[in-house]
């Protein structure tokens, strides 16, 4: 969002904070220690809790103490920044803001960027200025919900442009990312964090016949890529390892298959790419959901561990099969939904800040 509101301004100063750090510290670790660790011990749990709340109707009173506790701790920091707009990329600091509206300032813009193929009802408040929704199913939900029709803007998911247009052709990215260039090359993700099931994804390639060489990239888990670095000295294929990377685009505009869990933002790359996708072990609540919402489609592929293998194996043996799916693929791919929110931003920070307003810079505060 930041490069794209800078194309569409470049007097728009953005300013990006991680909204957890002004949460108290114990919730704040039991999110992220609470979230990783049921859905990984305990998932069919999450999944029930994670549904009760998607049918609520009303904000449990503990969300909205959180919300306005940490919007309080947020008040000397915006009241210091001053931003002119707010963006929220995570429910979470969606609900701060609202509540920072309701407390504080009900002038100051925020908009909510839903990065996901659903919206939960934690996304949900009337006095959030605009929404970004991938789905017109979404804008639909919010519309019953009670968001005015107008403050829903139907955009895709932002991603990077680069994902969209290549820098250059198949055979010159692999030969600059040193993969090979004799046979086919699946991608293998495990989300930002990498808490995929990668080396199940590892082993099951070991049995596709086609010719194929892998690139896995763990996000940031040191101890996932340990694992993998072992277990790819056992690989019948070329295989190589990577931690986090800043040219996902690369990597996908260079391969054949993406192996992945259907995280709202990588299946957005993927589709911006058109890089066919099987999708496996989705995580509960949102991923589940996106899943459901691709394979409905026929815009991506699901496949069980003991499928992983055959289904790779019909997809890069098939032309014709891989060509059906990227049909599909482009009916929903959005390259330029970046640029729909940045201009729908800019046109909030023109009412904020009239024309006849003598100002240097335009300052959103970008929230996640």
């Known amino acids: 969002m930041r490069s794209a509101l800078g194309d569409i301004d470049p007097a728009i100063e953005c300013e990006t904070v991680d909204s957890y750090e002004y949460a108290a510290s114990v919730f704040a670790k039991v999110v992220a220690d609470g979230y990783i660790g049921m859905v990984k011990t305990v998932p069919r749990v999450y999944a029930y809790f994670y549904g009760r709340v998607e049918r609520a109707r009303k904000i449990p009173a503990a969300r909205r103490f959180v919300n306005a506790h ?23 600091p969606c609900g701060v803001m609202s509540e920072y ?7 100051l813009p925020v908009v909510g960027i839903v990065t996901d193929y659903v919206v939960h009802p934690f996304w949900l408040y009337p006095n959030i200025d605009a929404y970004a929704v991938t789905t017109p199913e979404m804008g639909r939900t919010l519309v019953a919900r009670g968001i005015l029709p107008e403050r829903v803007l139907l955009s895709g998911i932002p991603v990077d442009a680069r994902f969209g247009q290549p820098r250059l052709g198949k055979r010159a990215l692999r ?26 994804m590892m082993r099951a390639l070991g049995s596709v016949p086609e010719p194929l060489a892998a690139a896995v990239i763990v996000g940031r ?15 019948s294929y070329p295989l190589r390892v990577f931690g986090f990377v800043e040219n996902v685009y690369d990597f996908m505009h260079a391969s054949d298959v993406l192996l992945s869990k259907p995280g709202g ?18 995580l509960p609540g949102p991923e589940e959901r996106n899943a459901r919402y691709l ?13 992983i293998s055959n289904t790779v194996a019909d997809l890069l043996g098939s032309p014709e099969h891989r060509g059906a799916l990227q049909a599909k693929i482009e009916l929903l791919r959005r390259p330029d939904a970046a640029r729909a929110v940045a201009r729908r931003i800019a046109a909030l920070l023109d009412q904020r800040r009239p024309l006849n307003t003598t100002v240097n810079a335009k300052l959103p505060l970008l929230l996640r």
């Open 70 to 92: 940490t919007a309080a701790n947020l008040h000397a920091f915006v009241n210091r920044m001053k931003p002119d707009l707010v963006v929220c990329t995570h429910a979470f």
């Open 101 to 107: 509206k309701r407390h504080f300032d009900p002038t």
């Open 175 to 200: 030969a600059d990312l040193g993969l090979p260039l004799d046979r086919h090359i699946v991608l293998i993700m495990g989300g930002g964090i990498g808490i995929g099931p990668l080396d199940t």
């Open 221 to 235: 888990n040191g101890r996932a890529e340990k694992r993998v670095l072992e277990a790819a000295e056992r690989t």
């Open 265 to 282: 933002l990588t299946s957005s790359e993927a589709l911006a790419a058109r890089l066919p996708m099987v999708l496996v072990k989705p």
């Open 295 to 307: 394979l409905a489609r026929e815009a991506a592929l699901a496949a069980t561990s003991g499928e």
